[in-house]
């Protein structure tokens, strides 16, 4: 499942994609392995964790608009360590970034 935040209202142009591995529609719980990645437009930066297991997520809420089409999301993620920048030297370190937002469910 991929969960895209992009930026607004004055905050730096960007996007945080996380790919929630194994969440299915209606699913909650803890330590769902997370591939995350991270563009900063501005700066012209991409930080990505790759296939490093390496961060998680855990979903709290799981609200159903439309069985198997739409859902509203909530929850966190976290990392247990920094994650690289891929076109430039640094990396950021997430702890605890909290996301709600509706998913769109896709096949495959």
């Not at 997370?34 to 700066?43: A, G, H, K, M, Y």
């Not at 790759?50 to 976290?78: M, Y």
Request: glycine share 12%; aromatic share 8%; with cysteine.
């Amino acid at each position: 499942m991929r969960f895209r935040i992009q930026s607004g209202d004055g905050l730096p142009e960007g996007q945080v994609i996380l790919g929630i591995d194994a969440l299915k529609p209606e699913d909650i719980g803890s330590g769902y392995r997370t591939t995350v990645t991270v563009i900063d437009e501005d700066q012209q930066l991409f930080y990505s964790t790759g296939e490093q297991d390496s961060c998680f997520s855990d979903i709290d809420t799981h609200t159903t608009l439309k069985p198997g089409v739409a859902s509203i999301l909530s929850g966190n993620v976290w990392c247990t360590r920094a994650i690289p920048a891929v076109n430039a030297t640094g990396s950021l370190r997430i702890r605890n970034w909290r996301f709600d937002g509706v998913v769109r469910w896709r096949d495959g």
